[in-house]
């Protein structure tokens, strides 16, 4: 069973920054790619960037490519998304997850296809 932990979320003013950091408590081999996802309170989660293990390909939802970037150092088993230039309509919590499926490649995966969840961690931009 894979743990993911959260952290790094807080408050911070429009256009400013936050590094978000995902620890896995094993680097299974099974593990095939992570992702961030966030969600805004009435709003669906939505996927804003993945990345593969293998060969750390990455992919980002259009309204943050160019801001956001999404590394991994899987000598230390986490994940980071590093958000610059950061948009109030940007507020929500924000999860990483996991993901086994081979299939999978060269695209954002959908939520389903994601196996391991954190409890996520709270981003809140102001104007």
């Known amino acids: 069973q894979v743990q993911l932990v959260e952290t790094g979320g807080g408050s911070v003013q429009a256009g400013g920054s936050l590094r978000l950091s995902c620890a896995a408590s094993?680097?299974?081999?099974?593990?095939?790619?992570m992702g961030w996802f966030r969600q805004a309170p009435g709003k669906e989660r939505e996927g804003v960037a993945a990345?593969?293990?293998?060969?750390?390909?990455?992919t980002y939802t259009a309204s943050v490519k160019g801001r956001f970037t999404i590394s991994q150092d899987n000598a230390k088993n986490t994940m980071y998304l590093q958000m610059n230039s950061l948009k109030p309509e940007e507020t929500a919590m924000y999860y990483c997850?996991?993901?086994?499926?081979?299939?999978?490649?060269?695209?954002?995966?959908?939520?389903?296809?994601?196996?391991?969840w954190g409890q996520g961690t709270q981003v809140t931009v102001s104007s």
């Open positions: 094993i680097y299974t081999q099974s593990i095939r790619y």
């Open positions: 990345i593969y293990r293998a060969d750390g390909f990455t």
């Open positions: 997850a996991a993901g086994l499926r081979s299939y999978v490649a060269g695209r954002m995966p959908w939520r389903s296809e994601f196996a391991y």
